[in-house]
């Protein structure tokens, strides 16, 4: 990663622990590998995204919401495929001890390397002069199943941790499911699965919902919950860890009908965070080369983080995969009845399936800049802002009474009071003005409103825009619909 970016990521999480954003877990304890807790502004950052999410997924007459349990019968996994195919291929390092994911290997390689094993795997290739998209073309040919990438890693890789070659052992398939057991026996028949996505939840319960709510196909049933992947190696702060949240959708069609709703879902999705503020170059298409077996097609809208292009979440054509073999699983009927055409059909299923906090980062990311700014005496400073859509914004406002005396304070207090019935706002006392602001766009706070000597005489605020830092005077009884015309929500 280059210096810059590093840089970049570095002063982020540093500011998310400073301004409680994001802590390390039991960081006290010297922290869990792969688990973060969400500090109070953090909490509000994650609940405004998911109310996001929710909102622009469930605020419509075909899609429903539903919460279902993290423990689910352990015959589910195994209908899932989880239980047989939710591995990775790992190797250790005999050398040092430490464990990697074959893939991870192979995708942390620079081009420098990628170019010195097409060398090693073919004498002819690559010859004089080459550019780095011919370098990664020529290197995707030769490397690109599991078995060549397990002999590319066990022959020409050398280990990231103690820098020795030809340490690895032979790949080994590991199963990313945390198991743990129901009840005081700690025997097979007891073992039990923290759920490694949302998704089957639904499946389970797709009859259900469909009976309850009396929808037809195509119709869609969303949730947002926790999942667990005992990810070999976690790494970049929040993209890969253990804990993580989800939000999920899947969306029941007619067979033949999938691939104009997995258009549709496409468009919706990469909408969205478009919406919430992200730019069009932060964001981009990957499609998948390589689909499971019973997938018909499979997109990911990546995001440009510091540390190169990740995946924020997939949009998936997944047949009646899931519901099919939930059928044969159970041995319970999940085929839906259309009762116009008076057919029973197992329906095909789009899925968009994001991380809540997987997206919370690259909206951290895509809020956070480093810019000058303009001070009182006509001079310059850097300020720090995080450019949150007002609508995920921990706090919407701050309250900021110009001096702490001549009846400000009260004006103040009141609107705080007023506008806390429906906004996250924050009434700030201290400092000079200009160091109240800086602390407020640290934060991402849109809108700063100051009570000033002005105010006393005719009952109007300054209003200061985060991003343009112009200010406006408004009416004091005009702020509650000032926010709701800027931030959204209910007055
Ligand atoms: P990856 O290849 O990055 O491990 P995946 O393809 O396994 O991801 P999916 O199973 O499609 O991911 O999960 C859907 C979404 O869930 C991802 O787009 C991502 O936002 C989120 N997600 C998956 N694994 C993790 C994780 N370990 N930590 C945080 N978020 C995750």
Same mark, same amino acid.
């Given at each position: 990663?280059?210096?810059?970016?590093?840089?970049?990521?570095?002063?982020?999480?540093?500011?998310?622990?400073?301004?409680?954003?994001?802590?390390?877990?039991?960081?006290?304890? *010297?922290?869990?590998?792969?688990?973060?807790?969400?500090?109070?502004?953090?909490?509000?950052?994650?609940?405004?995204?998911?109310?996001?999410?929710?909102?622009?997924?469930?605020?419509?007459?075909?899609?429903?919401?539903?919460?279902?349990?993290?423990?689910?019968?352990?015959?589910?996994?195994?209908?899932?495929?989880?239980?047989?195919?939710?591995?990775?291929?790992?190797?250790?390092?005999?050398?040092?001890?430490?464990?990697?994911?074959?893939?991870?290997?192979?995708?942390?390689?620079?081009?420098?390397?990628?170019?010195?094993?097409?060398?090693?795997?073919?004498?002819?290739?690559?010859?004089?002069?080459?550019?780095?998209? =011919?370098?990664?073309?020529?290197?995707?040919?030769?490397?690109?199943?599991?078995?060549?990438?397990?002999?590319?890693?066990?022959?020409? #890789?050398?280990?990231?941790?103690?820098?020795?070659?030809?340490?690895?052992?032979?790949?080994?398939?590991?199963?990313?499911?945390?198991?743990?057991?129901?009840?005081?026996?700690?025997?097979?028949?007891?073992?039990?699965?923290?759920?490694?996505?949302?998704?089957?939840?639904?499946?389970?319960?797709?009859?259900?919902?469909?009976?309850?709510?009396?929808?037809? #196909?195509?119709?869609?049933?969303?949730?947002? *919950?926790?999942?667990?992947?005992?990810?070999?190696?976690?790494?970049?702060?929040?993209?890969?860890?253990?804990?993580?949240?989800?939000?999920?959708?899947?969306?029941?069609?007619?067979?033949?009908?999938?691939?104009?709703?997995?258009?549709?879902?496409?468009?919706?999705?990469?909408?969205?965070?478009?919406?919430?503020?992200?730019?069009?170059? =932060?964001?981009?298409?990957?499609?998948?080369?390589?689909?499971?077996?019973?997938?018909?097609?499979?997109?990911?809208?990546?995001?440009?983080?510091?540390? *190169?292009?990740?995946?924020?979440?997939?949009?998936?054509?997944?047949?009646?995969?899931?519901?099919?073999?939930?059928?044969?699983?159970?041995?319970?009927?999940?085929?839906?009845?259309?009762? =116009?055409?008076?057919?029973?059909?197992?329906?095909?299923? @789009?899925?968009?399936?994001?991380?809540?906090?997987?997206?919370?980062?690259?909206?951290?990311?895509?809020?956070?800049?480093?810019?000058?700014?303009?001070?009182?005496?006509?001079?310059?400073?850097?300020?720090?802002?995080?450019?949150?859509?007002?609508?995920?914004?921990?706090?919407?406002?701050?309250?900021?009474?110009?001096?702490?005396?001549?009846?400000?304070?009260?004006?103040?207090?009141?609107?705080?009071?007023?506008?806390?019935?429906?906004?996250?706002?924050?009434?700030?006392?201290?400092?000079?003005?200009?160091?109240?602001?800086?602390?407020?766009?640290?934060?991402?706070?849109?809108?700063? @409103?100051?009570?000033?000597?002005?105010?006393?005489?005719?009952?109007?605020?300054?209003?200061?825009?985060?991003?343009?830092?112009?200010?406006?005077?408004?009416?004091?009884?005009?702020?509650?619909?000032?926010?709701?015309?800027?931030?959204?929500?209910?007055?």
């Amino acid at each position: 990663m280059a210096n810059k970016q590093q840089d970049a990521m570095a002063s982020l999480v540093s500011l998310c622990k400073r301004r409680g954003f994001i802590f390390q877990s039991s960081e006290i304890y *010297g922290g869990l590998n792969g688990c973060w807790d969400y500090g109070p502004l953090g909490v509000e950052l994650l609940n405004n995204l998911k109310q996001a999410w929710w909102r622009a997924m469930t605020l419509r007459e075909d899609v429903e919401g539903v919460d279902a349990s993290i423990l689910m019968h352990p015959k589910v996994w195994e209908a899932s495929g989880h239980v047989a195919n939710f591995t990775d291929p790992m190797v250790d390092c005999k050398q040092c001890k430490s464990r990697f994911r074959i893939d991870v290997l192979i995708e942390d390689l620079s081009i420098k390397k990628k170019k010195k094993i097409v060398r090693a795997l073919d004498e002819t290739a690559l010859q004089g002069q080459v550019r780095d998209e =011919q370098v990664i073309e020529e290197f995707d040919k030769r490397v690109s199943t599991e078995e060549q990438m397990e002999s590319v890693v066990t022959t020409l #890789v050398s280990c990231p941790q103690c820098g020795n070659n030809g340490t690895f052992t032979d790949a080994k398939q590991f199963n990313l499911m945390f198991k743990t057991f129901v009840g005081p026996v700690e025997d097979s028949s007891a073992v039990v699965y923290l759920r490694p996505e949302t998704a089957q939840g639904i499946f389970v319960n797709f009859l259900n919902v469909q009976n309850s709510t009396r929808q037809k #196909v195509p119709f869609g049933i969303a949730q947002i *919950g926790k999942a667990f992947r005992n990810e070999i190696n976690t790494k970049n702060f929040l993209f890969r860890t253990r804990e993580f949240e989800q939000m999920e959708m899947q969306y029941f069609v007619r067979p033949g009908k999938e691939d104009e709703w997995f258009e549709y879902w496409r468009e919706q999705r990469m909408q969205w965070f478009i919406d919430l503020g992200m730019s069009k170059d =932060q964001l981009q298409w990957h499609k998948h080369d390589k689909l499971a077996h019973y997938a018909k097609d499979a997109y990911d809208i990546e995001f440009k983080f510091p540390f *190169g292009w990740g995946e924020v979440e997939g949009i998936h054509s997944r047949t009646d995969f899931d519901l099919g073999n939930h059928e044969k699983f159970s041995g319970k009927g999940l085929k839906y009845f259309d009762d =116009q055409t008076k057919e029973k059909y197992v329906p095909y299923v @789009i899925e968009t399936s994001i991380g809540a906090s997987r997206s919370l980062m690259a909206f951290l990311c895509a809020s956070h800049c480093e810019e000058m700014a303009p001070t009182a005496d006509g001079g310059e400073e850097k300020r720090t802002v995080m450019k949150f859509h007002p609508a995920l914004a921990p706090q919407k406002a701050a309250i900021l009474p110009l001096v702490n005396r001549d009846g400000m304070p009260e004006i103040a207090q009141s609107l705080t009071k007023d506008l806390q019935k429906h906004y996250r706002v924050f009434y700030d006392t201290t400092g000079a003005i200009g160091r109240r602001y800086r602390r407020q766009d640290e934060i991402g706070t849109p809108f700063c @409103i100051t009570i000033d000597s002005e105010t006393l005489s005719d009952q109007t605020v300054t209003v200061r825009d985060r991003d343009t830092m112009n200010q406006e005077r408004i009416a004091l009884d005009a702020v509650k619909q000032f926010l709701f015309e800027k931030v959204g929500g209910s007055l």
